[in-house]
């Protein structure tokens, strides 16, 4: 009896994983997607910073994203509001120190080269999340 029992619970790890292959796959979740790119010469000034944002460094800091889990984490130890976990949300970014974490990286954060966000988009970036600062 014991061993019908464990080939019973055998059969059922087999083949519980292997109908889950078998099936097809949900679509990506809407966060797990990447914004377009907007339109337009990557190299020219002063383009939408909103729309690069969410193209360039959406995936991670938007909601949902690695980057806006992790600083959820990070605002809370500090006493602020989780919804500052959104670079969007944030009022005390500069742009001098937004060019820095992109460039050099930050913790867990990649640096981003110029190849994935060129000096004309980091600026235009950069004016956007800093508001102005
Ligand atoms: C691969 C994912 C990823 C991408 C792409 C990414 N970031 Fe980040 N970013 C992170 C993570 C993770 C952190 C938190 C790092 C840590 O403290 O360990 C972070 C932190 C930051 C911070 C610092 C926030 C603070 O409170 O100090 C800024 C500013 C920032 N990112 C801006 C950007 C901008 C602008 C872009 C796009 C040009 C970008 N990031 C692209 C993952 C990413």
């Not at 009896?1 to 055998?10: E, Q, Y």
């Amino acid at each position: 009896m014991a061993r019908i029992a464990a080939f019973m619970i055998g059969a059922a790890l087999i083949a519980g994983p292997a109908t889950l292959v078998l099936a097809d796959p949900p679509p990506p979740p809407p966060y797990q997607m990447r914004a377009a790119a907007p339109a337009g010469d990557r190299n020219a000034p002063g383009r939408d910073g909103r729309a690069l944002f969410e193209n360039h460094c959406g995936y991670c800091h938007l909601t949902f994203g690695m980057g806006t889990n992790l600083l959820v984490k990070q605002r809370l130890a500090v006493g602020a509001s989780p919804a500052t976990a959104l670079l969007a949300n944030r009022d005390d970014l500069t742009s001098v120190y937004v060019h820095a974490v992109v460039r050099m990286g930050k913790g867990a954060m990649p640096p981003q080269t110029r190849v994935d966000v060129t000096d004309a988009e980091l600026d235009s970036v950069a004016a956007y999340l800093g508001r102005g600062k």
